[in-house]
Structures are given as C-alpha cells and as structure tokens.
C-alpha cells in the first residue's frame, strides 16, 4: 500500500517551518558576521594566528589551485583553437584565453577550489571544537570566540584568495601557452595578442570579486562550524553544507558583482 500523501494543510506547514528555519540561520549568519566586523576594532587583535592562517590558505591552498588553473587553460585553449580555427581566427586563441581566466575562470575557479579545501577544513575544525565544548570553554575564560577563532579565518581567507586567484590566472595562460604553440601559434603572437586586450581593469575587476568570495567562505564555514550538533556525524554534515552552501554563494555573487561592474 502506498504511503498516504501529505495533505495542502501540512505542505504548506513544512514550507512554512523551513523558511522560518532558513530566516533564523540567515539571522545567526548576519550577527556572526556583525560580530567579526565589530572584533575587527578589539583589543588584542590577533595578529600571530591571522599570519597562521594566511599561510595555511594560501601555501596549502597553491597546490590544488595551480593544477586545476593549468589544465583548465589547457583545455580552453584546446576548444578555442578547434572554434576559432573554423573562422580563420586561430591565432587569436591568446586574447580569449586571457580575458576568460582574467574576468572569469581565474577568480571563480580559485574560489571554489579554496571552497571545497579550506571551507571544509575550517567547518570541521570549529566544529569539533563546538561538539568537544571546546568554544564553551573559550567563552567561559572571558575570551570571546569570534575575534580568537572566527577573525582571523576571515581575514586570512578574504586577503589570501586574491593571491591565489593571481597565481591562477597566470598558470591558466601558461597552460593556454603549451596548446597554443603546439597548434602552430607564435609564442610572441601569443604573448601580444594577450597584453593588447587584456587590460588592467580587466585585472583589478576580476580580483577585486575574490575578496567578496573569500569572505563568503570563510564566514560561511566558521558559521557551519560553530553550530555544529550531533557529535562526528554533525561535523561531517555540517562540512558538507558548509562547501554546498559556499560554493553557491560564490556563484551567485559572481553574478551581481560582476553586473555591478559592468555598471561603472
């Protein structure tokens, strides 16, 4: 026998109590966020643990950033050329290459990997602290959580991104470099037809949304972290969210960031 389906009274009642739950956590995620920005100007600022966290962001963080960055230019500039080259415009596989990692693919890609890396690994660290108690012990010192353990995420997160969103365009352009001259293309004609259209807005506009990207994820995950439930399995759920959740705030910012851009 099938199971008896929900009846419009009780849908409308779970939609009701889920967008209730999702306003709350929206609330706990805005006053972690106003609770950062007003640790920002504390006392004591902890400026030893944010140089500990850049360099776990950043250096952890190259590795898998420069991989994904160089295949993915192999790969654009392997599709550009099989295109353009049906139009006679092979030669200028540079200039597309260029543009698509410097607006888009440099900062997007960087931001999700550093998603799925560091995301994850702040969400499971603040929450075993939070299930062990830990985070109580720290309130209970007199300490206060968000400037000792959230601040310096953020920080090292919202600072750190852009570099890597540099290093990846770099290495993008150099994996466009090793198809493109295989195909027959000048290295010098490469290297020019990417310097005269990729200009430096160009640059400054496509780095400038990582900074909005690494605060996303890093307020995002340490929010994940700190209400986590449930023991090892709520870490591990909470993970799990915490890179979903991320990563589609990064996405979605892309896009009115970048229609704020284009404004100006």
């Known amino acids: 026998m099938s199971a008896a389906q929900p009846t419009v009274e009780e849908a409308v009642t779970n939609l009701g109590e889920r967008l209730l739950e999702t306003l709350r956590e929206l609330g706990e995620y805005s006053i972690l966020v106003f609770d950062t920005f007003r640790a920002f100007g504390r006392r004591h600022f902890p400026g030893r643990e944010v140089l500990v966290q850049f360099a776990s962001v950043v250096v952890r963080s190259s590795t898998i950033v420069a991989i994904t960055a160089t295949f993915t230019g192999m790969v654009l500039a392997l599709q550009t050329v ?20 410097v607006l888009e693919l440099g900062p997007v890609l960087t931001a999700l990997m550093v998603s799925g890396r560091v995301g994850a690994g702040i969400t499971a660290e603040l929450g075993s602290m939070a299930v062990t108690e830990q985070v109580d012990a720290i309130r209970a010192m007199g300490a206060d959580p968000v400037q000792k353990l959230v601040l310096p995420r953020v920080l090292a997160a919202t600072f750190g991104l852009p570099m890597l969103a540099a290093i990846s365009n770099i290495l993008g352009m150099f994996g466009g470099y090793v198809i493109a001259t295989q195909a027959g293309i000048g290295s010098n004609f490469y290297y020019h037809s990417i310097v005269n259209v990729v200009t430096v807005p160009n640059v ?30 709520g870490v591990g759920l909470s993970t799990t969210r915490a890179v979903v959740v ?13 229609k704020i851009i284009l404004m100006f």
């Open 204 to 233: 400054v506009n496509g780095l400038s949304k990582t900074f909005v990207f690494g605060f996303l994820i890093a307020t995002v995950a340490c929010h994940m972290g700190l209400r986590t439930r449930g023991g090892t399995v």
């Open 82 to 101: 099989d295109s353009l080259a049906r139009f006679g415009a092979k030669p200028y596989t540079g200039s597309f290459v260029g543009l698509s990692f």
């Open 246 to 258: 991320a990563s589609i705030s990064v996405l979605v910012s892309d896009f009115f960031l970048t």
